[in-house]
T-cell receptor
Framework: GDSVTQMQGQVTLSEDDFLFINCTYS??????LFWYVQYPGEGPQLLLK?????NKGISRGFEATYDKGTTSFHLQKASVQESDSAVYYC??????????FGDGTQLVVKP | DPKIIQKPKYLVAVTGSEKILICEQY?????MYWYRQSAKKPLEFMFS???????DNQTASSRFQPQSSKKNHLDLQITALKPDDSATYFC???????????????FGPGTRLLVL
């Protein structure tokens, strides 16, 4: 079945560091891929979405490239801020409008 | 103004009781969903409704019953509560489920349920 794998449970950085969160997916077709961000006490918020393979999504300084060859959708940001501290979920959407969340990566950014 | 309202924000219940979690969306969306997030686990899909009809049910237990009285409402009734039901329950909505994977789901703030 469809699934998403995020291996990094937590990433700890200092402000202005480069962020890279790994995500790989497994599916038999071309899904829509999302990154959602969840702040404490809130529901997940859409960060970015990509519908076509080998395209890039960009939002708020974050970017992710949908790579069909490596079945990856890694999240990157050139320079993180303390306000970026949150849980980041890689999400796969199938044709039945189901979405599958990865385990999430807790980002901690120290001032 | 919040676009997806979930009530209550916090809920404490005793084992064996029944509770209803409320969700209302003011985004004009045609599809609504329920997800559960247990401690230190990712969100888990439970139900989806499209135009007030059940589309998908991935919840094994019949103790969980969605109720849609209006197009923009999808409540979740939980009967015979167990401590394992303790979790945060998120409601979500999307514009048009017929768009398939082009559709995007937007989430409410959640109801945190604790069953003692």
């Amino acid at each position: 079945g469809d699934s998403v794998t995020q291996m990094q449970g937590q990433v700890t950085l200092s402000e202005d560091d480069f962020l890279f969160i790994n995500c790989t997916y497994s599916t038999t077709w071309y899904p829509t891929l999302f990154w959602y961000v969840q702040y404490p006490g809130e529901g997940p918020q859409l960060l970015l979405k990509v519908t076509t393979a080998n395209n890039k999504g960009i939002s708020r300084g974050f970017e992710a490239t949908y790579d069909k060859g490596t079945t990856s959708f890694h999240l990157q940001k050139a320079s993180v801020q303390e306000s970026d501290s949150a849980v980041y979920y890689c999400v796969l959407g199938d044709s039945n409008n189901r979405i599958f969340f990865g385990d999430g990566t807790q980002l901690v950014v120290k001032p | 103004d919040p676009k997806i309202i979930q009530k209550p924000k916090y809920l404490v219940a005793v084992t064996g009781s029944e509770k209803i979690l409320i969700c209302e969306q003011y985004l004009g969306h045609n599809a609504m969903y329920w997800y559960r997030q247990s401690a230190k686990k990712p969100l888990e899909f439970m139900f989806s409704y499209s135009y007030q009809k059940l589309m998908d049910n991935q919840t094994a237990s019949s103790r969980f019953q969605p109720q849609s009285s209006k197009k923009n409402h999808l409540d979740l009734q939980i009967t015979a509560l167990k401590p394992d039901d303790s979790a945060t329950y998120f409601c979500a909505s999307s514009q048009d489920p017929d768009w398939g994977n082009q559709d995007t789901q937007y989430f409410g703030p959640g109801t945190r349920l604790l069953v003692l």
